[in-house]
């Protein structure tokens, strides 16, 4: 980095890591800075992280990022932030967190999430809310607390997730974003308020929870925590959740541009004007700013389905040779034979959000070999991504583009079989950090230093634009009509299994887990 200027420096506070990213205002990155952290799961279904210590990794990151400007003799001109969403603390009347962060991974309130889905009230919430009735939603973790933790849940003074847990202790605020409040289930998004009815499912008032202000509000930095860092009178932007913002990263931002990331999880988001979900409930909607919300729909398994083929099909391919798996994957045809893979290995979100579900392979014979097994595994990811891109266009929304980026398709195989099972062109961008960059971009807006988060899309460059094999597409919109059948039947089945797990947990403890 070199030469002076001025950045605004995106902050995006993730499931593993925090990135710290400073960027001009033509978009070029500047510096960076990460600082990782722990996703424990102490128990069957628990995703959890310990705040304070997520709250370091902050102040690490964005340290080394202010040195590396201050040395490079570059003005920082205002901080903005980005973070996971669905995460929740318990606060006593000091601040001090009685409870870990559970995060968006955890699934434990999932009895307490069918339970409210089988209600006239759950469809209610999904509308009224915008966010879908999952044990990832704040809404069913609280109700999850009020019945199997009552001593935390009363003696709970307030309630936050990580970003306001961070942001409180940066600047002596207890604000929310409307991005964040929108993915909690419990804020109305046409008053923009929190929603009496869904207060009363949760058992808590208002005032426990944070108030909600704009993405771009602008908060200042408690004075020793500005002197710490450096930063005395720089403006904080309180910014938005990771998923909207990572539209603005990969320059989806206008009507009809949509944006699909496929990581370790995976997601399909459109940005619109109006806020919104489909009839038949299989997209969320969550704010990105009062004039933009982003409708779409998340999958938990991406890369984590590549990383399990990895490690339970080819033990022999060490970590980080996932190529060689790739290659082996892609010795077996287009559909494998007639082997499907439902990939729901950490359950799945969209676009049936149960939590019930789990991951089978359908159509094994004895002819299908490893190149077979690890190929469906990922036509299955594909496929069930794809599945959720057509349910943003059921729920009245024209694609004319569809931009995407993550670890999954970092190669020319991975690439085309996604397009290949999408059907349609698919233009990747070259964007990693992409809610970092869309953090700073709102936090431009916020600052007046740049006109409107539109510009986003002229500033994100296309690495390549692949177009569908026709005959691979054909072959596997013909096996998505399948796939996609299978879940209702199954159904059952993954229901008995939950409540034979449960029983097994009970009777012999806390049980065990094992971490991908």
């Known amino acids: 980095m070199t030469g002076a200027g001025q950045v605004v420096v995106g902050i995006d506070i993730g499931t593993t890591s925090t990135k ?52 490079a003799g570059t003005t920082i001109t205002g901080v903005s932030f980005s973070s996971a969403m669905h995460s929740l603390i318990a606060l006593d009347g000091q601040g001090v967190a009685l409870t870990p962060s559970i995060t968006w991974a955890d699934i434990r309130a999932t009895d307490q999430a069918e339970r409210l889905r089988a209600l006239t009230i759950g469809a209610e919430v999904h509308h009224r809310t915008g966010t879908p009735v999952h044990p990832m939603s704040p809404l069913t973790k609280l109700i999850w607390f009020r019945e199997e933790e009552p001593d935390v849940f009363s003696s709970a003074v307030r309630w936050v997730g990580i ?150 099909l080819t033990p022999e391919i060490a970590r980080g040779q996932e190529a060689s798996l790739v290659a082996l994957a892609a010795q077996a045809p287009a559909g494998s034979d007639g082997l499907l893979m439902l990939p729901y290995l950490l359950s799945e979100r969209a676009p049936h959000w149960s939590a019930l579900a789990r991951g089978a392979y359908i159509g094994l014979t004895r002819a299908h070999r490893r190149p077979h097994l690890v190929r469906a595994a990922l036509e299955g990811v594909c496929q069930q991504l794809a599945l959720v891109l057509e349910a943003v266009r059921a729920a009245g929304n024209e694609i004319r583009e569809i931009r995407a980026t993550g670890g999954f398709l970092r190669d020319a195989f991975t690439r085309q079989l996604f397009t290949d099972v999408v059907g349609s062109e698919i233009r990747f961008t070259g964007a990693t950090e992409g809610s970092a960059f869309g953090a700073a971009l709102l936090g431009m807006q916020a600052l007046g230093l740049i006109e409107t988060v539109e510009m986003a899309a002229d500033l994100v460059p296309i690495e390549e634009a692949r177009s569908p094999d026709r005959d691979a597409a054909a072959l596997y919109l013909r096996q998505r009509a399948i796939f996609d059948g299978l879940y209702e039947p199954l159904e059952p089945t993954f229901r008995a299994l939950h409540r034979l797990q449960a029983e097994e947990v009970a009777v012999r403890g806390l049980g065990h887990s094992l971490s991908i």
């Not at 978009?27 to 310990?50: I, S």
């Not at 997520?54 to 340290?63: E, I, S």
Request: proline share 6%; hydrophobic share 45%.
């Open 163 to 312: 970003k306001e847990f961070v942001m409180a202790h940066l600047t002596g605020e207890n604000v929310v974003d409307r991005s964040i409040a929108s993915a909690m289930g419990l804020m109305d998004l046409a008053s923009l308020a929190w929603w009496p009815p869904a207060l009363e499912l949760a058992g808590v008032r208002a005032d426990q929870l944070p108030s909600i202000v704009a993405t771009t509000e602008i908060l200042a930095f408690r004075p020793e925590v500005g002197a710490h860092l450096g930063l005395e009178g720089v403006p904080i932007v309180v910014g938005a959740g990771d998923g909207p913002l990572a539209n603005l990263g990969v320059g989806a931002v206008r009507p009809g541009v949509a944006a699909c990331s496929l990581g370790t999880s995976g997601a399909v988001r459109v940005v619109v004007e109006r806020p919104g979900v489909d009839p038949l409930g299989r997209v969320f909607c969550y704010a990105l700013t009062d004039e933009r919300w982003a409708v779409g729909g998340a999958i938990s398994n991406g890369g984590v389905v590549l990383e399990w083929a990895r490690q339970t």
């Open 20 to 71: 710290v990213v400073a960027y001009d205002t033509s978009g070029r990155r500047r510096c960076e800075a990460e600082a990782g952290y722990p996703l424990a799961e102490p128990q069957p279904g628990y995703a959890v992280q310990d705040p304070a210590t997520v709250l370091d990794a902050v102040l690490t990151a964005l340290g080394k990022v202010v040195a590396t400007a201050r040395d």
